[in-house]
């Protein structure tokens, strides 16, 4: 079974600064790993998706997500916070031929002015 | 432009009432998902179809049902609505490992 363990639940960061969102994965194959961001009364918006192509992978809005099998983790990075980034950010997995997804608990974002 | 709809966005409704949540895609998609989704909690996955006249429960028990008889519409049903249904229900379709694409959920209050 797969499952996915995102670290903090709240990361609060200034405009400008790093946003980095931690997330680990537990699966017994190769997975599939996915960032998904939530804003406020709407539904979830992919951001990236890896899927055993190049382990850095560049997504919408200036996020990316580097795969690494040695630490079983896919964290989120942005090098320079805006304020539409406050949300709620969730990762995900499958694997490969279950199309199901698991998702973590998700992490809430702000930014400060 | 959202491909995914769902509809109500919000609803209120009274203990023991037959409520129908309803979602439809227009992408195509063979795969539609349910997915219950609490605050701070994760997503739950309750239902899903990998397409017309193909139902499975998810990950959480849940006492709602859902159909698949048309590819682009996949409703769930509450035959008698609780309190302890309520929740924000989310919907979404795949085609492939693309990912998914979410509908705008809705909202439901059982009072």
């Known amino acids: 079974a797969q499952s996915v363990t995102q670290l903090g639940s709240h990361v609060s960061v200034s405009e400008g600064a790093l946003v980095l969102l931690r997330c680990n994965y537990s699966?017994?194959?190769?997975?599939?790993l996915f960032w998904y961001v939530q804003y406020p009364n709407q539904g979830l918006q992919l951001l990236l998706k890896y899927t055993s192509a190049a382990t850095l992978v560049k997504g919408i809005n200036g996020f990316e997500a580097e795969f690494k099998k040695s630490e079983t983790s896919f964290h989120l990075t942005k090098p320079s916070a805006h304020m539409s980034d406050a949300a709620e950010y969730f990762c995900a997995v499958s694997a490969p031929g279950d199309y199901k997804l698991s998702f973590g608990a998700g992490t809430t974002v702000t930014v400060r002015a | 432009e959202a491909d995914i709809y769902q509809t109500p966005r919000y609803l209120v409704i009274g203990t023991g009432k037959k409520i129908t949540l309803e979602c439809s895609q227009t992408m195509g998609h063979d795969k539609m998902y349910w997915y219950q989704q609490d605050p701070g909690m994760e997503l739950h996955l309750i239902h899903y179809?990998?397409?017309?006249?193909?139902?499975e429960k998810g990950d959480l028990s849940s006492e709602s049902t859902v159909s698949r008889i048309r590819t682009e519409h996949f409703p769930l049903t509450l035959e008698s609505a609780r309190p302890s249904h309520t929740s924000q229900y989310l919907c979404?379709?795949?085609?492939?490992?693309?990912?998914?694409?979410f509908g705008s959920g809705t909202r439901l209050t059982v009072v």
């Open positions: 699966s017994s194959v190769p997975p599939y």
């Open positions: 979404a379709s795949s085609l492939g490992a693309n990912g998914y694409t």
């Open positions: 179809s990998y397409g017309v006249n193909s139902t």
